[in-house]
């Protein structure tokens, strides 16, 4: 592997070094002809790296792994993980690699890691590679998320590698590089905890807390500090998902991360029509990862996070596990208020105290929504002008008018912030037709879709003129809308 000293790029390799019993020294693969297919500019300007350099033939190598700055040591991570409730102890970056930590200008520090980037130990029977639609699916809507203030991992570049990739056909194969607070999963404490080896999970629990929660290090017990501190990032971010409409479609705990980003952009897709029971994943036939399950299993998750961490809390076995049960029980309040106060911003009514009017009133918004299917992301923007005294657009979506003229009229009475919603519901989300439509054409070598949709849906809030089919909801004859893991 050659280096690139040109482009002033400095990778630190904290995880290796601190953690190597979970880190696996590995090379990506070449790539026979590698093109830049779309880059974050301001992404990289946020991590001081150069976009100029970065479009370069070189640059091109640095973001598919093939060219290293001195010193950086990349390397396939383990992890352990439940999928759909069986436990797998040895999962690990089967097509990816952690290329090292960069240090923002900032003082922040981010994994900058690979997908699709070659075969690994952890490959099992996966080729390693990834297609250039996938890679461009998890860039929409990752940087989606983070345009909506949703944690996220971030897209910095997609390299269309030059190699086919076999899925159902030949497609064109591709590299994305992600860029996250770190990559360390619940399935990583699943992993220390599989190998018994409690000065491990100690390491990973310490690595965990420098990297992420600092002010929980100091804390009187800092390990329960560290359960309590993930347990409320994931509270506050499934609570957004649940906001916004959005089904993650593979929730195993290899996916949840510590850090309390979204990570893993496969199976998932927005509503369309409000639906607890929506499932989009081809493989998830039980609807285990369904909308309304979504903060069910985080706390299950969290379980699963706080088994792995008890040999820290204390050296009495009883007495972790009443620590660790009495922190989780916190998790339904916390997750209730996050949503509850979510809810409120949506409908303008931030602030207001009064839970006993309030929370049966959306529960009747949603039952009337359910009961109508009515577009999620385009009833709530049309709130706004109903806020302001114009309830047509909002009535359009009814077949039971003198339901939601009702509700309209108890709501208008608590005098909602219509300025206040328009920064809360999005206009523009990657729907989920116009993903497929900007997907295909992109795997047929035109990105011009894609660069519209991602203009469109990375200003989410600001409704412009002329993106009128952005923000319209798919089309009847679109369908049923299926996704796939591991694409
Ligand atoms: P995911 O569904 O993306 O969270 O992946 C679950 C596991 O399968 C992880 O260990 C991935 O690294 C692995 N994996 C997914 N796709 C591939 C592939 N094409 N080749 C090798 N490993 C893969
Ligand atoms: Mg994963």
Redesign the pocket.
């Known amino acids: 592997m050659s280096v690139a000293p040109q482009l002033a790029v400095t990778l630190d390799d904290r995880f290796a070094r601190e953690l190597s019993e979970m880190a696996v020294p590995w090379q990506a693969d070449e790539a026979p002809d590698p093109r830049l297919l779309v880059l974050n500019v301001p992404l990289a300007a946020q991590l001081g790296l150069d976009s100029e350099s970065l479009r370069t033939a070189e640059g091109s190598r640095l973001l598919t792994g093939t060219l290293l700055p001195p010193g950086a040591t990349p390397v396939a991570q383990a992890?352990s993980?439940h999928?759909f409730g069986g436990f797998s102890p040895r999962?690990?970056?089967?097509?990816?690699l952690l290329l090292g930590e960069i240090t923002d200008p900032a003082g922040g520090i981010h994994d900058l890691h690979l997908k699709g980037s070659g075969?690994?130990p952890?490959?099992?029977?996966?080729?390693?590679?990834?297609a250039v639609g996938p890679m461009l699916r998890e860039y929409l809507i990752s940087e989606s998320m983070h345009a909506l203030g949703i944690p996220t991992t971030r897209a910095l570049a997609v390299v269309a590698t030059g190699r086919q990739v076999r899925r159902e056909t030949l497609l064109p194969g591709a590299v994305l590089a992600r860029v996250a607070g770190s990559h360390l999963r619940v399935g990583s404490f699943q992993f220390a905890q599989a190998t018994g080896d409690v000065g491990l999970i100690r390491r990973l629990a310490d690595h965990a807390l420098a990297r992420h929660y600092p002010g929980a290090a100091q804390s009187e017990h800092p390990y329960l500090a560290l359960f309590e501190a993930v347990m409320a990032a994931q509270a506050a971010l499934v609570a957004r998902w649940m906001l916004i409409g959005f089904v993650h479609g593979?929730m195993?705990t290899?996916?949840m991360t510590i850090s309390g980003e979204t990570i893993?952009y496969?199976p998932c897709a927005f509503m369309d029509e409000f639906n607890p029971a929506a499932v989009y994943s081809s493989i998830d036939e039980s609807g285990r990862y369904a909308y309304a399950n979504q903060p069910v299993v985080a706390e299950w998750n969290l379980a699963r996070l706080a088994e792995a961490l008890l040999p820290l809390l204390h050296e009495d076995q009883e007495k972790a596990v009443a620590m660790a049960t009495d922190a989780l029980g916190g998790f339904r309040r916390q997750y209730g208020d996050a949503w509850a106060t979510g809810m409120k911003a949506k409908l303008g009514l931030a602030g207001n105290p009064d839970d006993s009017v309030l929370l049966p009133l959306i529960d009747e918004l949603l039952a009337l929504l359910q009961a109508d299917r009515v577009d999620y992301t385009s009833f709530f923007r049309s709130l706004g002008a109903a806020a302001r005294g114009d309830a047509d657009l909002t009535r359009t979506h009814f077949a039971d008018t003198e339901g939601v003229d009702a509700w309209l009229h108890r709501w208008r009475a608590l005098g909602p912030d219509a300025v206040a919603m328009g920064r809360f519901n999005p206009v523009y989300i990657p729907r989920n037709h116009l993903v497929e439509e900007a997907l295909a054409a992109a795997t047929g070598g035109d990105l011009v879709p894609f660069e519209r949709l991602l203009e469109a849906v990375t200003s989410p809030y600001d409704e412009r003129p002329g993106l009128e089919r952005y923000a319209a909801a798919a089309p009847d004859d679109f369908g049923a809308y299926r996704t796939f893991?591991?694409t």
């Open positions: 992890y993980g999928q999962l690990g970056d089967g097509r990816a075969r690994t952890f490959a099992r029977g996966g080729d390693g590679l990834a593979v195993n290899d996916n893993d496969g893991c591991g």
